[in-house]
């Protein structure tokens, strides 16, 4: 059964940081794009940032770019999601998501992804 196991969420003083990791579990992210989304209380979900397992290209948000970085490591199976300099708006559900198909961040933002994991909580306070 395919499942993403997320973990890394908690709770961190802003200006701080976090890594969340998402693994993949019954199946692996060969060929497959995976990506973070957030969703923040009372806000609709958010693309966040995504990687192409293939090729390792990258795609993020505009409004995060530059305190956040996407990576994967290949041995592990696994996808990271480095936040710096968070701020008490960051505080959401992440999400893990992935999709045998690979597009970019216009379609993420919009369309999302086939697969969810079940969110990890980060929480900044002010």
């Known amino acids: 059964q395919l499942q993403l196991v997320e973990s890394g969420g908690g709770l961190v003083q802003a200006g701080g940081s976090l890594r969340l990791s998402c693994a993949a579990s019954g199946f692996t992210f060969r060929n497959y794009a995976v990506g973070w989304f957030r969703q923040a209380p009372g806000k609709e979900r958010e693309f966040v940032a995504a990687?192409?397992?293939?090729?390792?290209?990258?795609y993020y948000t505009n409004t995060l770019e530059g305190r956040i970085t996407i990576s994967r490591d290949t041995a592990k199976d696994t996808v990271y999601l480095q936040m710096n300099s968070l701020k008490p708006e960051d505080t959401a559900v992440y999400y893990c998501a992935a999709d045998p198909r690979t597009y970019d961040t216009t379609w993420y933002r919009n369309y999302g992804m086939d697969y969810w994991g079940k969110g990890t909580l980060v929480t900044v306070s002010s």
């Open positions: 990687i192409h397992w293939t090729t390792g290209n990258t």
